[in-house]
């Protein structure tokens, strides 16, 4: 699945974008992404990680 997060498996959320005479339409907000290269189980790879997981520490950058 696209837009996940391989550290914590945070994905998509949805709601509702609403106009100011109150109309709604489907939305979806998106995580925050990252291209990072890191170490796991000893090994160099690349993944796609959310910036809350990297602040956070739970990705050691290589």
């Known amino acids: ?9 945070k994905g998509p959320r949805y709601g509702n974008r ?26 160099h790879i690349h993944l796609r990680a959310c910036t809350a997981c990297i602040r956070a520490g739970r990705v050691k950058k290589a």
Do not use: F
């Open 1 to 9: 699945m696209a837009r996940v997060c391989e550290v914590c498996g």
């Open 18 to 43: 609403v106009s100011h005479a109150h109309n709604t339409s489907r939305r979806r907000w998106n995580v925050n992404l990252r291209p990072v290269r890191a170490i796991v189980k000893g090994e």
